[in-house]
């Protein structure tokens, strides 16, 4: 094949002068949150309740790789047999683990770097409790 043959047909390279730096400022811009595109504060570090505490429901071993059996079996008692306690269910999970912002407003405990989605992307887990239940305290 001759050098002719792989290379485009001519005036294509003109076609879209400077497609390049054009989707370089759009990429820039739709960092920097300009463009209509909104991003979330983080949580300020030791504004959770958690991080105030010496331990949690259960040793942290067990809750990083078990919490979910805690939550599984919460979900199980109310739904089946009408027992609500807090010591185990997702609302007390995130009325204790989600951090406010520097407003003082509370982050969702789900938006990227935050208590439940940094673990779970970290160890490539669907965090898809949220889909359902509210990723923000019901209560101040």
């Not at 759009?26 to 463009?35: D, E, P, V």
């Not at 040793?59 to 079996?73: A, S």
């Not at 789900?110 to 898809?128: K, N």
Request: glycine letters at 10%; hydrophobic letters at 35%; a negative charge.
């Amino acid at each position: 094949m001759s050098r002719s043959d792989r290379t485009a047909p001519a005036g294509a390279a003109r076609a879209m002068p400077g497609l390049g730096l054009c989707l370089a400022c759009a990429l820039a811009l739709a960092g920097s949150g300009f463009g209509g595109i909104a991003r979330a504060e983080t949580g300020v570090p030791g504004s959770a309740q958690a991080d105030r505490l010496e331990a949690c429901v259960a040793p942290t071993p067990f809750m990083r790789r078990r919490h979910f059996e805690l939550i599984e079996h919460q979900r199980d008692e109310t739904v089946r047999q009408g027992i609500r306690k807090t010591d185990h269910s997702l609302v007390g999970c995130v009325d204790c683990h989600v951090r406010k912002d520097s407003q003082g407003g509370y982050v969702p405990i789900d938006a990227p770097g935050e208590f439940c989605a940094a673990c779970h992307q970290y160890v490539g887990a669907v965090l898809d409790c949220f889909d359902c239940h509210a990723a923000l305290p019901t209560e101040d």
